[in-house]
């Protein structure tokens, strides 16, 4: 038996993708599954889809760069299920805007979804997870926390600051089993990057692959942690010297 069976995660930017995907696969090993996401009618239709595996499943409509709309989430979550036992920070958004075309507004939403979305879900899985003796917060970063695109300062900027985020905190959970990792997802066919979802089969990722990865990295026993993934398509570029 799985070790999340009847244990409560949370995952963000769960409308699509990899979030969705990892909802499912969540419910799957039994979990309980909070969801969280701005699109409520795509969140309902995923509650449907978990309860007929025969899980349970909250949906709480949730703009996670709000500091309220979060502390919302986590008390709803609480109130239904009794705990938090695992975060998944998977809320974000893509950008290739060149650095002398990006304006402040566009540089400061990308940095609030990526970066300020993880910190706020962190502090408030904190404050339920102390005192537990346990706790798991995943942040989904990206390969271009390790090498990035042309014309992504932004969006390179949020995951580099994902990963230190990541250390930070697996610093500061270690005295009360929090454990902190950071998962990097290659290429994926999601909404989030629709230009993948017209790549060749072996240079994309489909999200319940990368999913299930993620899901691994929590089931695990509590003492455990495993910190870092990474997942890359074979062809791409990503390692050696050209």
């Known amino acids: ?43 309902e239709a995923l509650v449907a889809k978990i309860e007929a595996l025969g899980s349970q499943a909250l949906a709480v409509p949730t703009d996670v760069t709000d500091e309220a709309a979060v502390q919302n989430l986590f008390d709803q979550a609480v109130a239904r299920f009794g705990t938090v036992d695992v975060v998944i920070n998977n809320a974000g958004i893509a950008d290739s805007t060149p650095v002398d075309e990006m304006a402040l507004e566009l540089w400061n939403r990308v940095i609030e979804t ?36 042309q014309h992504s300062p932004a969006y390179a900027a949020s995951k580099w600051g994902l990963d230190g985020l990541t250390r930070s905190l697996a610093i500061d959970g270690r005295e009360h089993n929090i454990a902190l990792s950071i998962f990097h997802p290659g290429i994926v066919a999601t909404e989030i990057a629709p230009g993948a979802v017209k790549l060749a089969d072996d240079m994309s990722a489909d999200p319940m692959d990368i999913a299930s990865v993620i899901v691994h990295m929590a089931d695990i026993p509590d003492h455990l942690n495993f910190y870092e993934g990474l997942v890359v398509q ?8 050209g």
Do not use: D, H, W, Y
């Open 234 to 241: 074979n062809k791409l570029p990503f390692l050696g010297r």
């Open 1 to 43: 038996m799985s070790i999340l069976a009847g244990r409560v995660a949370l995952v963000t930017g769960a409308s699509s993708g990899i979030g969705e995907a990892c909802a499912l696969t969540f419910a799957q090993k039994g979990a309980r599954v909070v969801l969280a996401a701005r699109r409520a009618e795509r969140l």
């Open 114 to 149: 990526n970066l300020t979305s993880a910190f706020l879900c962190s502090r408030a899985a904190f404050r339920v997870m102390k005192g537990r003796g346990r706790g798991r917060i995943i942040n989904i970063g990206s390969i271009s926390a390790r090498v990035p695109r």
